[in-house]
């Protein structure tokens, strides 16, 4: 198997999360990469399903990037919450 070298432009902060939770799995970047392009290559796509978003998904992230969401000190006030 004949390896290449490539470029990537990637968001610096994503990168050094991604390559902190690779280290944590004993993994590096170059493996992980490797390992998506190979299942890209089995799968005949991408290895995951990707979606449109629904309006409710991006009304429900919107509140939750603008902290407007719930918020509960206990799992119990949670549940209580559900449950109502």
Request: charged share 35%; hydrophobic share 40%.
């Amino acid at each position: 198997m004949t390896k290449v070298q490539t470029s990537l432009r990637l968001d610096a902060d994503k990168l050094s999360e991604a390559k902190e939770i690779l280290k944590s799995l004993g993994l590096n970047f170059t493996d992980a990469v490797n390992i998506f392009t190979n299942m890209v290559v089995v799968n005949k796509g991408l290895p995951f399903d990707v979606k449109i978003p629904t309006k409710e998904f991006k009304a429900s992230m919107d509140e939750l990037e603008n902290k407007k969401g719930k918020s509960f000190k206990t799992t119990d006030e949670l549940f209580k919450d559900l449950d109502s």
